[in-house]
């Protein structure tokens, strides 16, 4: 048995949501972890338009959490799928921009 942490696998879907996910990401890069794990993002665009590159890309100039940001076939079945695909950690968090709630006046 290993003392090293679980490595999580944040896996989340967005479209044409830059602003949420601009807000998410954020929120992300602020995660305080305590050492008990560690953690990485895929983000799955199911955009055509691709419109959260601009925002994955600003975030990973300035982040050290690794993204990778996939296109889709507007289906969000295949997005999931897609970014459990590229996946690496010992366990996965699934986040659809759609079940994201923000506090109030934030």
């Known amino acids: 048995m290993t003392n090293d942490p679980s490595h999580i696998s944040v896996c989340i879907c967005t479209y044409k949501r830059p602003q949420f996910l601009s807000r998410l990401l954020a929120e ?36 050290p959490i690794q993204l990778v940001l996939r296109g889709a076939s507007q289906n969000i079945a295949r997005t999931r799928n897609k970014a459990v695909e590229n996946a690496t950690g010992d366990h996965i968090a699934s986040l659809t921009m759609t079940s994201i709630r923000y506090r109030a006046g934030s």
């Not at 992300?28 to 972890?33: A, E, M, R, V």
């Not at 050492?35 to 300035?62: C, L």
């Open 28 to 63: 992300l890069k602020t995660q305080d972890t305590g050492g008990r794990f560690t953690y990485s993002i895929i983000v799955a665009d199911n955009d055509h338009a691709r419109s959260g590159e601009s925002v994955v890309s600003e975030f990973a100039a300035t982040s």
